[in-house]
């Protein structure tokens, strides 16, 4: 079965402090992993796919095949990080992404 | 850079009635997506088409049908309309088929039904 799982629907730091967003899939293959952003209801936007191994924003993820996992990570968040981040898989026939649901960062100062 | 445009922006229907909702890819894009995302949801896969073709069929109702046109734009219709659609209709578009190429989506058509 292919599944995305996002297990915190909110997180909630301090400006500064360090952010991990958890994503976990279920795939079968070398999966194809990305991170969405959404502003308050916006359009969803590319943040970053793990074969670029791009940075984007100060935001990293590391595919972990052991550990299924894609977590997004960055190390001093800012408060125009909050939004809501979506991780999405490809789906087997890549013609369709499928997202997890989602998890809400709130950054306070 | 031109985005996904994506028409009506909001819409309000009565139960059992009829929406459409339109579409335009990105310029020379060929791949289209339909999720809907309701509140407080994820997004959910419903159709894609690419070169005028359904490509893949997810979570559609019965209810609803989609094609995609000579000019690459798409509509998604929606008939006998129920509270449970109400929703944010996202299209999304790519060149070509998304492995390996990047999938942009337009500002969503929030429909609402009364």
């Known amino acids: 079965a292919q599944r995305v799982t996002q297990p915190e629907k909110l997180l909630s730091v301090f400006k500064g402090a360090p952010v991990e967003l958890k994503c976990n899939y279920s795939?079968?293959?070398?999966?194809?992993l990305f991170w969405y952003v959404q502003y308050s209801r916006q359009r969803l936007q590319l943040l970053l796919r793990h074969i670029s191994r791009e940075s984007i924003k100060g935001f990293t993820a590391d595919l972990n095949k052991g550990e299924t996992s894609f977590h997004l990570k960055k190390p001093f968040a800012q408060e125009e990080d909050s939004a809501m981040y979506y991780c999405?898989?490809?789906?087997?026939?890549?013609?369709?992404?499928?997202f997890g649901k989602g998890t809400t960062l709130s950054v306070s100062s | 850079a031109a985005g996904v445009i994506q028409s009506p922006r909001h819409l309000i229907k009565e139960k059992r009635e009829t929406a459409t909702l339109k579409c335009y890819p990105i310029?020379?894009?060929?791949?289209v997506y339909w999720y809907q995302q309701g509140p407080g949801q994820d997004p959910q896969f419903l159709i894609s088409?690419?070169?005028?073709?359904?490509?893949d069929k997810g979570s559609i109702p019965d209810r609803f049908s989609a094609q995609q046109f000579s000019d690459y734009h798409s509509e998604l219709n929606m008939s006998s309309l129920e509270l449970g659609d109400s929703a944010l209709y996202f299209c999304?578009?790519?060149?070509?088929?998304?492995?390996?190429?990047?999938?942009?989506f337009g500002e969503g058509s929030w429909l609402t039904v009364v």
């Open positions: 999405a898989l490809m789906n087997q026939a890549g013609t369709a992404l499928i």
């Open positions: 310029p020379r894009h060929d791949t």
């Open positions: 999304a578009s790519s060149y070509g088929p998304i492995s390996g190429n990047t999938i942009y």
């Open positions: 795939y079968s293959g070398s999966p194809e």
């Open positions: 088409f690419y070169e005028k073709m359904q490509s």
